[in-house]
């Protein structure tokens, strides 16, 4: 028996390569394989009665909005509204210290009225975390650094809204 690889042929064919490895692997004979039939596409008919046009898409009926989101003025209305209403009745609030300080806060920031000051920071010497009650003497320091450089700034103008970013200016 001579176990030596055949050298001597040369396989180049495509198709001589799959049969070999077919045999190798154990498949069997390449041309035994089993072969999945193809049915042929049949071509779309060209007559005009074939062609079905894309329907066309329904008109969009637009929803009316149940609650229409208010213009940027007329949030700012409602909201000067909410805040003139609640300035009287933020004594009656029953909160904690530091919640009632951020309404103190929120009230001289809209508002600018330097009477809510006194009140503010008194609440903010009731806070009992150190942390909250320091950071909130420090916001009480900044809202009279800012009104005291705000030029004629009345006692009571509560149709003033303040700026957005309430920190000093660098210079």
Known sequence: MNIQPNTVSNISDDQELAKALAGVNGFGDADTQPVAEVTPVEEPK?????????????PLNP?????PVPQRD??????????????PLVDK??????EKFDVYLLLIRCTDDRTLVAPAHETARMIEDETRRATALLDTI????YLSAKPGLEENSANIASPIDNQPLLV
Request: charged share 25%; no cysteine; aromatic share 0%.
């Open 142 to 145: 900044k809202e009279i650094d």
């Open 46 to 58: 060209s007559n005009q009665e074939n062609i079905n046009p894309m329907p066309s898409p329904l």
């Open 93 to 98: 609030l029953i909160l904690p210290p530091e």
């Open 63 to 67: 929803v009316p909005q149940i609650n």
């Open 74 to 87: 007329e949030l700012e209305q409602i909201k000067m509204e909410a805040v003139n209403e609640l300035r």
